[in-house]
């Protein structure tokens, strides 16, 4: 089995990689078999783990004491778990023309649930801490317990943040002074790109390596020991 | 010649990319290799934790990112044995349980980790954020069971956890934006400590978390699990795969320059 398996992906990755030469049957094979595979994994997880445990299982438990025949140990109170299924199942009324408006009331309590729970921690982490963050080098240079690198850093940092905002201040027309600010902040921000997409790149290749190193180690390496075996 | 260089076939491109990979792999070079601050810091962290210490792991990745990840995760999992150190495994990414439980099972048996009682995988749960906020209460309200269906109170490892409070540290392997989440939710709710080992997409968005303290270390790509493999002293893929990365990368730099010198030279003669 093991065996299929390396020989199913050498095959599957050498058929995706042909695109690079030009579009295929063999590419398309493959193509067409990830999408299909992953949706259909997709679904059972998503049936598995979302769909059983929090909507059929509190279904189930809600309405098992009212079914003919079974004792009712649970009241009325076991209802209430039939609240979020039911607006859950609201979202389906986007199928619907007609029913769309439906979908307002479980958007609405995701949004105010999500900003209820958001907002707040957002803001700290990502505005007050962050500026903290550019700040707070300035209070060890006042006492003298930064470094002359620490400096240059905590300086650029300012420029480079008080600039990109600059950029980014549309109230005011780039004129003047403003202008030449925004273009050092153009200047940060396409040094920040740099970064990203130098980054990107090694990502990129660190995957095509791993391919490789699969196609030459585990696929071939696995076909030299066969023949070494024969002969 | 120089219409030729601009006008050239990108299967050149494509075949001098797959040579500078397939001919390192074959060579098997080793360049030197230097451990960045951010690295070096989540060492220190782990290094410093007392024996049973309990720190949780995230697994946030799928097939894709795997060749980045996986290396990294391999090295922080053999630290974590080695130092008798217990880990809690938990992922987001619904493609992930299957890589993550065979990854920490591999680590356990080389290292000598017991199941249930030196770490345990929880598993998948969907609800991202909800899941992050729920398990600051009580971990126990989010996974019942671990990833075998093994309830949590059976598991000895889980005896004394209720939640973040008991945790050391959490460290997330991800190839999405999970780490700003458990950020957002874990740290700034419920002052958990988080590290992150994170794909070279995501890395320029991981260093502002660095610099305020809200990340106490990073783990950059395949570079970072180079790194971490050296300072384990345990060279595997991560090392093995930043040497042959070293070429590409050369490679690059010099079409690049290349594509630029031949741009230049041809606007001038238009000119």
């Known amino acids: 089995m093991e065996i299929f398996g390396i020989w199913l992906a050498a095959f599957l990755t050498l058929s995706i990689y042909s695109f690079l030469y030009r579009d295929n049957p063999f590419y398309r094979f493959a193509e067409y078999l990830f999408i299909g595979i992953s949706v259909g994994y997709y679904i059972v997880i998503y049936i598995h783990q979302g769909f059983i445990p929090f909507a059929w299982e509190p279904f189930w438990a809600a309405v098992k004491p009212f079914w003919p025949g079974i004792p009712r140990e649970a009241g009325w109170i076991g209802l209430i778990k039939l609240i979020p299924i039911a607006l859950g199942l609201l979202f389906f009324g986007g199928l619907s023309p007609r029913h769309t408006w439906l979908i307002r009331y479980p958007s609405a309590v995701l949004v105010g649930f999500g900003s209820g729970i958001s907002i707040p921690l957002m803001l700290q982490t990502f505005i007050f801490e962050q500026t903290r963050g550019t700040v707070e080098p300035f209070a060890a240079i006042n006492a003298g317990t930064l470094s002359p690198w620490g400096i240059i850093e905590a300086v650029l940092m300012l420029i480079g943040v008080a600039c990109t905002l600059t950029y980014f201040f549309f109230s005011v027309e780039h004129r003047g002074p403003v202008k030449w600010l925004s273009k050092v902040g153009i200047a940060f921000l396409m040094i920040g790109f740099g970064a990203a997409f130098g980054n990107t790149v090694m990502g990129r290749v660190a995957l095509l390596i791993q391919r490789v190193d699969f196609l030459l180690n585990d696929w071939i390496g696995m076909i030299i020991g066969w023949l070494g075996t024969i002969f | ?271």
């Open chain 2, 1 to 271: 010649m120089l219409d030729k260089l601009m006008n050239m076939d990108r299967r050149i491109v494509f075949i001098l990319v797959a040579l500078a990979v397939i001919i390192p792999t074959k060579l098997r070079v080793n360049l030197p290799i230097s451990v960045s601050e951010p690295t070096q810091k989540l060492y220190d962290y782990i290094d410093n934790l007392e024996a049973d210490s309990t720190i949780m792991i995230a697994f946030n990745y799928g097939p894709a990112g795997l060749p980045e990840l996986h290396p990294m995760g391999r090295a922080v999992l053999k630290q974590c044995f080695d130092k008798d150190v217990r880990v809690i495994g938990v992922t987001l990414a619904p493609d992930a349980p299957t890589l993550a439980n065979t990854l920490m099972e591999e680590i356990a048996q080389e290292s000598g980790a017991v199941a249930g009682k030196d770490y345990v995988f929880l598993g998948y749960r969907p609800g991202g954020s909800l899941v992050m906020l729920g398990m600051g209460t009580s971990i126990a309200s989010v996974f019942e069971n671990d990833y075998n269906g093994t309830a949590l109170a059976e598991i000895p490892i889980m005896e004394n956890i209720t939640n973040y409070d008991q945790i050391s540290l959490l460290v997330d392997f991800a190839s999405g934006n999970t780490t700003e989440g458990w950020i957002n939710y874990a740290n700034t709710q419920y002052n958990l400590q988080i590290a992150s080992g994170v794909t070279g997409v995501i890395i320029a968005q991981m260093y502002p978390f660095l610099q305020t303290g809200q990340l106490v270390g990073l783990i950059a790509g395949i570079a970072g699990a180079a790194e971490y493999e050296r300072l384990i002293d345990a060279p595997a893929k991560g090392m093995q795969w930043i040497n042959i990365e070293s070429f590409v990368h050369l490679l690059i730099v010099g079409l690049v320059i290349l594509g630029n010198i031949a741009f230049f030279i041809r606007n001038r003669q238009e000119e």
